[in-house]
Structures are given as structure tokens and as C-alpha cells.
């Protein structure tokens, strides 16, 4: 499986002055790897996501990760004076390993200067729920009618719908669907993993076998052989 999300996402990019930026990160996730960990994080100026594009995906590939993007624009003043009390704290608490990837830490936490973009994180693949769901966001507060919904992503196993704020309480009553209002979504994932031979199903199964969701390559045949015979009891 391979979801390439880079010509999708790049028309809603801008850089409208030097100060402007987008987050990308590398990361493994525990369904593909058995482990959660970042890889590699980029600072994404104008035009770099082209010239980034061939390493970013051999990074996905060679550690069989994940490649995320922020859609909100950050800034390099906002983004440093954060860092800046990031460090100044490490530094009163004399915490001073802990000053790697401020930076990319305070990414996360400063908001974007411009038009705010949410993801809806629909963790399905039913075209019925993401019309329903779009249409839904729709007739919400503000501006009731407008078109809210910005873009499409396709994910592994749903869809993300980036759109512009409305009324999360009254969604929240309605769908038990998580939204992100300062978070990534998918940008590329090729998927190599031994996980993705089998069904959820029998994959859960193989982890209580093998007593570790880590199964080596060499033993997976034996393990889902025995994995098959204890679901079929």
C-alpha cells in the first residue's frame, strides 16, 4: 500500500513572506514497526517540499515510517521566541539534555498567523460518513452554508478532512469523531511492514503467539501458521 499525499496537499501551501514555514515529520508508529518514535523532522520553506520529496520518502521507506505535515503555517519570529523560554526554562531547571528539538517542540505549540486549518480524522473509509460528516461541518457556526471543507487526504484507514474552524461543541454532540486543530496529517506512507500481510484479525492473534507485536521476518511463517490454527479452533 503507498498513499503519496504530496501533489494533494501542496496547492493549499503558502508563503507569503520570509517568516513562513511548514512542519514535516518522519515518524514510526506501532501498527507498522511495534514501536512509536520521530525519525526525522523538517522545516519546510518555499519550495523545499520538491527538493525534500525523494529523501523525505526514503526515509518512510528505509525505516518504514510515516511522513506527516502540519496544513497550518508557522513562523520563525513566533516559533523562536518559544523556543527561547523553552531553553531559558531548561536552563533554570538546570535540565539541559532536554534542550535537543526545542524548536520542533514549540512548533506544536505556537498557532498559525493565518487562517486557522482543522483535521477531521475520519477513521473510516465509507464515502456515505465523509459526505455526511462534510455536509454536517457545512451548516455549522460560522457561516452556516459556507463550504468549510478545504481538502481531502486519504490516510491508511480513513480519510482526514482539513477545514476551517466551526462549532466543535455542537459536533462533538453529534459524532464521536476526533478533531485536530494544531496537528498533521499524512503526507506519505508506504506500507512494508509484515503487519500488513495479514487481517487485524489474525495479526492480533500473531502477537499473542509470538508474545511481541516485533515478529522477525523469519519466524512469521511459522507464527501465523500457528496464529491460523487457534482461530480456526
Known sequence: MVIDNFETIK???RWDTEDDFYHVMIMQRPKETGVQRVIKQFIIKEGDLDKLRDRIIEYCREYNARAYINPNRKSF???????I???????INNDYHAVQDKFFSACGQVGSNYK???VIDIDSKSEALVSEVSDYVNHLMPNPGEDKIILRVDTKNGVHLLSSPFNIGEFNNTYKIDVHKNNFTLLYFEDNSISSKCSDELWKEMI?????NEIKMKDFNTVMAQAKQNLNK
Open 77 to 83: 519570529q513566533k516559533t523562536t521566541l518559544k523556543t
Open 116 to 118: 486557522k486549518i482543522w
Open 11 to 13: 496547492p493549499i501551501l
Open 208 to 212: 499473542k503467539v509470538y508474545g511481541s
Open 85 to 91: 523560554q523553552e531553553l531559558t526554562t531548561c536552563i
